[in-house]
């Protein structure tokens, strides 16, 4: 067995001021290295100042003027993709998984986002994301509110996650991927043994944290991506495989990850 892929991603947000977030993610890889941060209002989310830096040759820092102004937050993708489609789709990538961090951090300044209460917030978030995971799904089953999960507070880092790809080939076998995600809220790891064709032939994976128990049961869906050939797969054929909104997004995302990490492989790392 040999190592011939990894991929590794921070995203972080931060309180800069009572009225500036900070939200960068980290990218380094096998394949290169690069970075995104975003400064938004945090009353508003509108971006302040939004940066794309290249730390791997050609190392380049460049402003993403397109984004001053816009709301980093849902349904923000086509306005990501005006902005910044032409800069490719890895640099369009950290840019929405940057804004996933900023909307995570939204739990703990509330207030500043004009919530009455965190009941307010959760009411909010329990009517906008209904039926777009196990969790929002099943809220008549649910053991505790998100409010109740998260029931602290925090001020200066706000959100922090880690994201891991790793990818083993064997020889006369196949390749091994291995996926972990580990955040502010939520810990899991995903496995797929490939043959040489890139078929998935077996699945593995588990979740250590999720905010109720009725999220651990998403895991019994991963099985559903035995038989596919990865390479080929688009991030609507996984979410539908892996139980749309009775599965989890996490895993979807992170499924889609290994995806984009065997069409590296299969295009030749550089």
Not at 54 to 81: Q, T
């Amino acid at each position: 067995m040999s190592n011939i892929l990894q991929r590794h991603w921070h995203t972080s947000v931060r309180q800069l001021t009572g009225d500036v977030l900070e939200a960068q993610t980290v990218y380094c890889g096998t394949d290169c290295e690069a970075g995104v941060i975003l400064k938004v209002e945090a009353q508003s989310f509108k971006i302040i100042d939004a940066i794309l830096e290249s730390y791997s040759p050609p190392v380049k820092v460049s402003r993403i003027d397109g984004l001053l102004g816009e709301e980093a937050y849902f349904n923000c993708g086509p306005v990501l993709k005006k902005a910044a489609g032409s800069l490719g789709a890895f640099p369009l990538s950290l840019l929405a998984e940057t804004v996933r961090g900023i909307i995570q951090a939204e739990t703990f300044i509330w207030e500043k986002r004009g919530y009455s209460s965190t009941s307010a917030y959760n009411d909010f978030w329990e009517k906008f994301y209904l039926g777009s995971c196990r969790y929002y799904s099943n809220l008549d089953k649910i053991t505790q509110k998100w409010d109740e999960y998260v029931s602290y507070s925090r001020s200066t880092n706000l959100f922090n996650r880690f994201k891991q790809q790793s990818v083993d080939f064997i020889n006369g076998k196949g390749y091994e991927v291995n996926v972990k995600l580990s955040d502010s809220f939520h810990e899991m790891n995903l496995d797929l043994e490939l043959d040489l064709q890139y078929k998935i032939v077996k699945t593995t994976g588990s979740i250590l944290r999720a905010p109720d128990p009725i999220c651990f049961e998403t895991t019994q869906l991963i099985k559903n991506l035995a038989g596919q050939f990865i390479a080929k797969l688009s991030k609507k054929q996984i979410a539908k495989l892996m139980g749309l909104g009775s599965g989890c997004v996490h895993l979807i995302d992170m499924a889609y990850d290994g995806v984009v990490s065997m069409q590296i492989v299969e295009a030749g790392v550089e």
